[in-house]
Structures are given as C-alpha cells and as structure tokens.
C-alpha cells in the first residue's frame, strides 16, 4: 500500500463507516432465562442497529438452556451463525459467571481433588502452660505460638508435635495458632445458584496446579471447540477471562509449591510458613514473604494464563482477561501476586472500570498498567471492561466522559452491556452516535503507534515485601508527566525480556523506543534491571532517580542482596519541575494540567487526542513539536474532517491559539499528505462573548395536558421531581443586531443542559447534542425581528427511580439485598436533578 494514500483511505473508512469490526466497542451479550432462536435473532437486530460490530456471549442468571449442557452448546452456535450471517465478531466468555475458573460446578463435583487450596489459620486457641495438645494431619505445616504477656513468637515445625503433643518454651499464657493447607476458594457467581448469591458453593479449580487449569480447559475451551472449532478464528475471536484471583483469608497454595519453592530460592520456606500470620512482620519475615510471593504468582503466571494463552494461541484465538483490583494495587497484589507478569500471557492487556474507579472526581492512572504492556509487547489495542455498576442514571455524557478518560492511555477497545442495558433510557436516541464515536476514536487508536518516551519502574517487588509507599511515589510520577504532557510507560522486572539497549535508547522488539528510564523511591532493585541500568546509563542513557536511589539490589531471593552504591548511574530530582527540565518535553505542549493528551503515529502522521477532563473552559497556546503541512479536525457531529487553517509553523514547531469547552475533545492528525475534497475550518482560539441571554418566560411543555410557564429552573424545582422522559422548551425572543447577523458567526449555548437535547430554529432543526460543548450554529437559521426557538430536553431514568421519597425508600430496600445496587443508589441519587438550566445565550468568537 502506498503511505501516501494510507491517511486517505482510513478517513474514508471513517467517514463510510467501514472501519472494521474488531475495532468497535463489544457488546456483552448475557444470555440470561430462557434463550430461544426468536429471542438471539431479535436482540441480535437490536445490537446491530446500534452499530455495535462485537458481541461477547457469556451466561447469565438462571440461563436455559443450562449452562455447559450440550443443548447450551448448540443454542450458542446458532449465535455465533446468527453473527456470521451479519458480519459481526464474537468473544466468548469462558466461565458462568465470574471469577473464572469454576466452570459452572464441575470442580466442586466432578474433580474435589483439584479444589483451589491456601494455606489458613486451621484452629486458633489459648493455654496457660508450656504443654498443649495438637493432633496434626497431612495438611498440617506447623504451629505459631505467641507469649501473650511478651508479645514474642515462636514457630515449630510439624515434627515437633507429631505425638500429638507441642511443648511450648517456657510457662505463661500462650495464643496457638495451628497453621494448615486446606481447600479454600474465592467466592464464585454460578449462574445456576440456587440463591444467586456469590458466595464458596462452587469451588474454583486449583491455580497453581499445572492439571488442573487443564481440566478447566477440557471442560470449557475444548467443548467449545468441538461444537463451533470450525469458527474459530473466523467469526470467534477469542476467549475471555473474567478476574481469576485469590481473593481468600489465607496464602496461596498447591500441593508441591514448597518444592518448587526450593529449587527457585535454595532453602526451605516451610519453617517460616507460621510467620507470615503475625500481626506485624519483622524485616526477614518480609523478604521471605517477598519471595513466597514471587513464587506463588510466577507459578500463577504460568500454570493459568500462559496455558490458556497457548491453548488460544494454537487455536486460532485470542486471550483476554482482566485482573481484580488493578485501582488498588495493593490488593491485586494480595490476590493476584503481580500484574505485568500475567499480562505477558494475555493478546489484549485488560483492565476493569465497572463502579466508578474513574470519574470525575478522582485522578487514576492504572489504565497505564495495561497499556503499557501492550506498548511494550507492540500490541496495538488495550481493552476495558467498563459501566457494569455505574447506575441507571449515567447520562450519555457521562458515558463518553468516562471513555475519554481511558482512550487519553490509549486504552481502545471497550466491553459494556450499557447499551441495551439501559434501552429504556430517555438519551437511548443518541447511543448509536456514541458509539460511532467510540469506534472511530478506538479505530484510530488501534491503527496508530504510541509515542512515549520514557518508561517508569513499577515496583512490584517493593509490594511483596510490604513497601507500599514505593508503589504509591511511583504513582505519583506517573501522574505528574501526564499533568505536563510528558507520555511514558510503566514496566516491572518480568518485561524486561522485550526491551533491549541500542546506543542511547531502550527499544522494544517492534523498534519503539524510549530515551529515559526513571526510578521511584524503592526499596528492592531486581539485579537484571540494576544490569540494564548500568549498561543504559554507560553508553549515555538517561536514568532518573525520584527522590532517592534503591537500598538494595537483589538477586535470586530478597534474603542475599547488597547495598545500592553506584550513585554515577544516574541523576536524583526531588520535583516534577526538575524532572521536566531534564525530560525533553512530549511531542505536545500547553499550559494546563486539565487537558490531556495522547501523541501516537500512523506511519509519518501524528494523531493528536485532547480531552479536556475538567468543568473548566480551556484557552491557552498549542506547541507541537513537529511541522506539518496539514493539520486535519475530525468534526464528530458530522462524522467528516476538516482542515484547519488558523496555525503557524514556525521553524519546527506548529503553534495555535485554542479554546476547549468543559469535558470537551478533539482530534487531529498532522500529515503532509493532501486530501481532496475537505473543507476549511477555523479552531476557536478566544473566549465567547455573550450576545443576548435567553434564561427567562420560557414555556415548558412536560406533555400535551401540563405546560408550566417559568424561568429556566430544574424539573424537580417545577414540582415534576420524578418525571423521566421528553420536556419541550419553547420561546419567542427578538433579534435586533443586524451587524452580528451581517459579519459574525452565531451560535446557541446551553452548557447547563441535564442531559441532551434537539434543537429547532424557526422550524429548522439543528441537531441534537448529548455532550460537551452544547453548542449550536445559528447562523443562517436566526434572523432580525421574531425568532421562535424550540429545545427539547432528556434526562436520564434517575427521576423516575428516585425522584419522591416513597420511591427512594423502596428502592434503599431492595438495595439492602443487592449488593451493586447498593453501589449504583448513590450514582443514581445524584443524577435526579433534571431540565434546561441557565445560562442558554446566543454568543460568538472573535
């Protein structure tokens, strides 16, 4: 293919709406009660009509056929056919419901022997004396004791009171604990609960071990494949993995881990095993902790995700799965044992935004996590599972608000069932244009490089040995360079092996690369990245200290190490602004920390993604650190692009004034290459002015039988508080500035609208908007003398759930017996105030 001609071509696949279907937003199609062919072929219709291109089929409530039956089997091939026929994708998912693992009831009836198993506190009890007795078992691994009156312990081995009896060091008041492998599972959902609850009934299989994620495998992925294998590939994607973790009051275990243990770290952990139940953990305990830990996920890594990848792998298929708790490090470490390690074995890094783990009022950055594997392994899309508990109240606003957040880290391919979810939604008329938004934005993110020119250590280690704070300054950097525009990439130890040093840069194995490394404050620096550090920074790397250099540098076990004293390897900064100075700064520039911005390349093009992520209007300058003949705006109300014209370059720089809305985005590609046919546009580069304010004797129509005659107020405040659906706005007003008319353009403002609305002009419709800016052309619909404006306005299902009080305490009661309900009550009381607020203006631009 000609590069030329390659820009050209993807904005005409924009534009067609031809971009393709693995790039568009998956619907999670749950198939929940009783499935029937009528029912496939009509929800199907109704995905499709949405614009939607995915589909991922998985098990719901009380499915019928049952789960993992052969009738099950058979009515999800006719979905897949059905899909085929329609030119959709399909993704499966591999277990009914979560976490993964279970499969249905089968390892809790069929394969016992195979139970997720941990080690647990088995009996805990008080003696007043120096003898007790202890009936020991096969699970048994040995016995904390702790001197109440001196706060000291004591560990003893098996053998010590394999008579059945323990002989405790002296007499006093003793606290026992007998510590014991046992079968133990996290809570799992089974479809087919007879209560529905999340609770241990059904047992996921045992992670750890080698033959029992393959049973797990017979049991699902293979039965699939001998029902719908010819489609593998083809119409079937892949699979999908849903949290696989230890969420469990104990360790991990599996019945050799002790053995393989040994052979990884040279000594016997099994004597310290009791140790790891006292309250507080004294320095060894954590380093041996720290290597328990790096044992037990390594085993997970490669036990579950590296056998399901190959298995997808030889199939045809991709493997995707997300973690638990990627918003709070610290506990996917408890459970998971590490992130970047699983997401080696995985063809889309994934992350999960279900209850408001991003939103407005907070600032996260593990969608990084993610996206950062897949810069490093040079896999071109990120995957979310987002909106699953944000509430039935989430406007379409919201929505999108959320997906920007994460496409700013290139996140890009995204699974929701919002959409027929909420098909009851008074904004549903607009969920097909929002979902072409999200496909285009995802296409163009999918079919471009990432520009990040630095990487960021993630200490994974620091958290096994208990140093959280480390985690926690890393964070803190990483949020930093995005405030000043600088992109980067985090990295742990385990994905070193894709990243080799090249003269002054790091390079990945598809060529990316980066110019600086930098270092949080850790305690723990694994010796195969301190050897890349030293041979980066001796043939001129840049590597950055934040704060202080590493304590100590580890090798095969934390327990043998040595002290960090090579202070010539890098450069140490206390601040962010420091640090800025000795980064180069990223490929685009501004004074503000509110807009964020993603840089990538499509071959010798940049595109340009800028979210405005605050309430607060934007206007500063624009630098981009590059020059291009052409600067393109894809217009998303149109769906076309545009070529701007109010820019200058001067020498290597581009520059331009620029005024952003509230929550508002823009893209724009630079390229030398010329396209036909696109007009010109001008980026508004000043504040609005007013013009004339319309806030006042309006007539609101809530339907044919109530018209209320009032100032712009909220629906609530015109006693309607628990109306959910359409009001009509209707004004006369006059229009006396004949100049304006003559010599400027005039648009209509209505920043305030809860939550979109249609506007008409002297019967002339301009459009609909359900998000930011709020912004109408008015142009040549406006004219001197009478104007007669029209604006309807849609909220959201909140009012109707919760608007009075006998509502709200209904609803309260059901939430008491659900808990995502009870999540979603706070959402959704926040989203009952509705209608058109002011100000509404006619404004301009200079």
Known sequence: MNKDKRLSIIFDKIINEDTPAESSIIHWWIFSGEITNDRIIKELEYISNLGIKQVLIAAGHNVSPRYLSDAWFEIVKYAVLCCKEKGIKVWIADEGTYPSGFAGETFSKKYPHKRMKAIVVEKEFIVDSNLCEVKPHSGTIGILAKDMSQNKYFSFEKAEFSAGFLYLPYYTTWQIKIISSAFRTSPTRYVHHPTGAKDTTYSLCDYLDYEAVNLFISEVYEKYKVYMGEEFGKTIIGFFADEPDYSISGIPFTDNIFDIFYKEKGYDVKKYIPYFFKEQLDEEIKRIKADYWDVWSNIFTNTFFKQIYKWCEENGLKFVVHLNHEDMIEQLINSEGQFFSHMKYVHIPAIDVIWRQIWYDKEEIFPKYASSVSHIKDINQTF???????????????????????????????????????????????????????????????????????????????????????????????????????????????????????????????????????????????????????????????????????????????????????????????????????????????????????????????????????????????????????????????????????????????????????????????????????????????????????????????????????????????????????????????????????????????????????????????????????????????????????????????????????????????????FYLSISLKFDLEMVQSGLLPPVAIIYFE
């Open 384 to 818: 979310s599972e987002s909106f699953a508990v944000y509430g039935q109240g989430i406007s379409v606003e919201q929505i999108k608000w959320v997906v920007d957040y994460q496409f700013s880290m290139d996140i890009n391919l995204f699974l929701s069932s919002i959409f027929k979810h909420l098909y009851n939604h008074p904004q549903n008329y607009f969920f097909p244009e929002l979902i072409k938004y999200i496909n285009t934005v995802s296409y163009l993110l999918y079919k471009s490089t990432s520009c990040a020119r630095a990487l960021v250590y993630f200490p994974t280690p620091d958290l096994w040995a208990g140093e959280n704070i480390s985690a926690q300054k890393a964070i803190e950097v990483g949020n930093a360079l995005l405030k000043n525009q600088i992109d980067f990439d985090f990295f742990d130890h385990s994905l070193l092996e894709y990243l080799e040093i090249k003269n002054q840069k790091i390079y990945t194995r598809g060529r990316r690369s980066y110019d600086v490394i930098i270092i949080p404050p850790i305690k723990y620096l694994p010796q195969e990245l301190y050897r890349l550090l030293k041979l980066f920074s001796s043939k001129g790397g840049k590597v950055l200290f934040f704060e202080n250099y590493p304590m100590f540098v580890y090798n095969k076990t934390f327990t043998s190490f040595f002290y960090f004293v090579d202070g010539e390897m890098g450069i140490i900064f206390n601040s962010i602004e420091e640090m800025s100075k000795i980064i180069e700064k990223n490929i685009v520039v501004m004074n503000s920390d509110n807009i964020r911005v993603l840089c990538k390349k499509i071959e010798e093009n940049y595109l340009i993604f800028l979210f405005n992520d605050s309430p607060v209007s934007f206007l500063g300058n624009i630098i981009l650190k590059f020059t291009r003949k052409n600067l393109y705006l894809w217009d998303q109300t149109k769906n076309k692009f545009l070529i701007i014209s109010n820019v200058q370059n001067k020498g290597k720089e581009t520059q331009f004034n620029l005024y952003m809305y509230p929550y508002q985005t823009l893209i724009l590609i630079a390229s030398d290459e010329y396209i036909d046919r696109i007009q010109n546009t001008k980026l508004p580069g000043s504040l609005p002015i007013t013009v004339l304010e319309l806030n006042n004797n309006w007539e609101i129509h809530f339907n044919k039988d109530f018209i209320v005659y009032s100032d712009l107020k909220d629906w609530q405040s015109l006693g309607f508080s628990d109306y959910s659906g359409n009001v009509v706005y209707r004004k006369t007003f006059s229009f006396s500035h004949d100049d304006f008319i003559k010599n400027k353009h005039l648009f209509l403002y209505c920043p305030n609208v809860k939550y979109s609305a249609k506007v008409w002009l002297n019967g002339k419709y301009l459009g609909a908007r359900a998000f930011s800016p709020f912004i109408w052309d008015i142009t040549k619909a406006l004219k001197i003398g009478k104007n007669e404006l029209v604006i309807e306005v849609q909220n959201t299902p909140a009012a109707a759930l919760l608007g009075t009080q006998e509502k709200l305490e209904k609803f309260k009661k059901e939430a008491e017996k659900n």
